[in-house]
């Protein structure tokens, strides 16, 4: 086989996440001898990616978020499509953000790019507009899903699908050291330790943070012991800890991932928005409340549409309210300090929680000997001609 040249494409931080790892499994398993080209951010231009803009253009989520920033959109995708007809690589990797890879791999098409392009995350047509499986099989070439349940929904419509198995086991998630975590930022062991997690977007922490630092006040009255740790991205460390300050709660702010692991497992329970993070906190055995909203536009379009039961993967899998789900205007500030503060103060709350995790680790096949990033790399590998 000759030297792969493979294109990646992520559009915000949970891609660049997974598109960093792939890119360490293509170079581990190719000897280093691949040539990588795409869009990514920091983790992905660690393993030596040149993005060929900045990731952060496309990380945008939401109709009412999206609108102003279409003709930036627009412009990316003539770029990015330019780009990858110029190179003509042997496969193109697009990681989640459907909106925006799936019209970059239809340009391509009419320009008569004939190479294998691949989309690593299913989009959750279970959840949200099941009509869509058709049509991502008329648009991809192949799908490599993390859920197990997923591949029979577009295998039906002819469309070949790998399960490679969730992310999330291959993170160190369970490498956190709580008792250093409390040493570094001088938390006593008798102080409560809840930890924040109100998005990774801007437009999340836009629709968040007022809700999650009034929340973390009212649980503060009667838990006046309770420290409130905000792991985030570095460019949201300045706004996170100003909003803490504004709300005179005893916060830590970090931004590392090994400082994130290490505050979830020193944490007694957590506040998260619906996302990835949230089944991190599960396999990471911390009991949770999970929290979303979202703009007015995008709410009335997600009422008609969605159809799933839950909305935070611990849920979905375990196919069960495992986490309280407080959504849309469901999540209020008496809501979420209510549910929080029985985590606190019930054991049997935290408790159950607890037991429900230890069977999603085995479900998620926690601590197996290859990696989904290592299906991942072999199946796209094995793809390109």
Known sequence: ???????????????????GRLMKA????????????????ELMQAEGLKSIFPMEDLSVMGLAEVVPQIPKILRRKRETVTEIISLQPDAVITIDAPDFCFRVVKALKKRGFQKPCIHYVAPSVWAWRPGRAKKIASIVDHLLCFLPFEPPYFEQHGLPTTYVGHSVVEGRVLDGDGIRFRKEHGIPSSDTILTLLPGSRKGELDRHVELFAETAKAVQ??????????PTLPHFKDRLKKAMRDHKLKAVVVDTESEKYDAFAASDAALAASGTVTLELAVADVPTVVAYRMSPITSFIAKRLVKGSYASLANIIMEQAVVPEYLLEQARVDTLSDAILRLLTVSEAAGKQKQAFAVLRDKLNYGADVTPSEIAAQTILKLCP
């Open 1 to 19: 086989m000759n030297k792969p040249v493979i294109f990646i494409i992520a559009g915000e931080a949970s891609g660049d996440l997974l598109g």
């Open 26 to 41: 293509l170079k581990s398993m190719t000897g280093g001898d691949v040539e990588i080209h795409g869009i990514g951010g």
């Open 221 to 230: 009255k009667y838990c006046p012991s309770c420290v409130f740790v905000l």
